[in-house]
């Protein structure tokens, strides 16, 4: 935290590197399954921010083809969501962090028999909580979805980490998700 008492996304980064670390997890070997586990274990047990309250402490799950630096590849992503207290409640945009996990998979012929179930973007294979009393249903959901079906024991091309400071519209923290991705999660109404 900084003198403010403000968090920082290097620091939210940080922690979870080091929860990673305890836990004798190695990015280059998490799969889908293990992702989840670390990722919804690390904010159940592990350090509690300064957010908003109520529901200032998300999870998401978001499915989608993407291009990267390095091409086309499908990615299944893991985002901590944190909305932050603002310096200034009149301002349009507050602050927030999204932590990061991306498993990016190669174009195979899993990735296309995937896609071909669904959307060209696997839209509809997103989910989000912002109550960490739903963690429990949010896991059902995600170990329920095709995506995570199809992908939970595949050893994924590369594992990103990052942490990324972030803003969201005060009076629309959840926008229209046909008009607009929100912190990469797409969820369709």
């Known amino acids: 935290m900084n003198a403010q008492g403000q968090i920082s996304s290097p620091q939210v980064e940080k922690d979870f590197r080091a929860f990673l670390k305890a836990q004798r997890l190695l990015l280059k070997t998490l799969n889908l399954a293990g992702a989840l586990a670390a990722t919804t274990q690390f904010r159940a ?8 309250e109520p529901g200032g402490d998300g999870l998401a799950f978001d499915a989608h ?11 299944i992503a893991i985002n901590r969501l944190l909305r932050l207290p603002p310096e200034d409640e009149e301002a349009y945009r507050w602050p927030a962090i999204r932590l990061w996990l991306r ?3 190669k174009m195979d012929l899993t990735v296309i028999q ?3 179930r669904h959307s060209t973007y696997g839209v509809g294979q997103s ?3 912002w109550s960490p009393s739903d963690q429990g249903e949010f896991v059902q959901q995600v170990q329920g979805c095709d995506a995570f079906v199809t992908f939970r024991d595949i050893a994924p091309t590369e594992v990103r980490l990052s942490a990324d400071a972030w803003e969201y519209r005060r009076h629309n923290p959840a926008p ?12 369709v109404v």
């Open 45 to 52: 047990t592990a350090v509690a921010y300064p957010v908003l």
């Open 65 to 75: 083809l993407g291009t990267m630096d390095r091409g086309a590849r499908f990615e």
């Open 103 to 105: 498993l990016q998979y």
């Open 114 to 116: 995937y896609l071909s």
């Open 127 to 129: 989910f989000v909580t």
């Open 176 to 187: 229209d998700p046909t008009m607009e991705p929100w912190w990469g999660v797409f969820d």
